[in-house]
């Protein structure tokens, strides 16, 4: 199972982006999904996630600004950022909880990042 990241660059203050991580590989289904940052010299904090139901949760430093959604396969999973800041400029990573089979007819939860992808925003 892989998560792929993408659509990270260089945007103005005020700017917008499109972050997608797209889920491969064998699996039964993704779970809760989610994204967080690291940004230069700081530790990895937790930005925004959702679940299968559709409830979002955001760190209070993007709500209003950034949105998650999914793709009807559930297997996408998107990070919508306008009203860019460059305290917004770090790496961004995506994360999935994703099902997959164990045992016999069992299955098992595992966390899974994907690559981090560089937003980095100019003033």
């Known amino acids: 199972v892989q998560l792929q990241a993408s659509g990270g660059g260089l945007v103005q203050a005020g700017g917008s982006l499109r972050l997608s991580c797209a889920a491969s590989?064998?699996?039964?289904?993704?779970?809760?999904v989610a994204w967080h940052r690291q940004g230069p010299g700081k530790q990895r904090e937790w930005v925004a996630s959702r679940s299968r139901d559709g409830s979002t949760k955001f760190a209070e430093s993007v709500r209003g600004r950034f949105d998650i959604s999914r793709e009807k396969d559930e297997n996408t999973f998107y990070l919508h950022m306008e009203g860019l800041k460059p305290e917004d400029t770090a790496e961004y990573f995506c994360?999935?909880?994703?099902?997959?089979?164990?045992?016999?007819?069992?299955?098992?939860?595992?966390?899974?990042w994907g690559q981090g992808t560089q937003v980095t925003v100019s003033s």
């Open positions: 994360y999935a909880q994703i099902e997959t089979r164990g045992k016999g007819w069992s299955t098992v939860d595992g966390d899974y």
């Open positions: 590989g064998n699996f039964v289904r993704v779970k809760v």
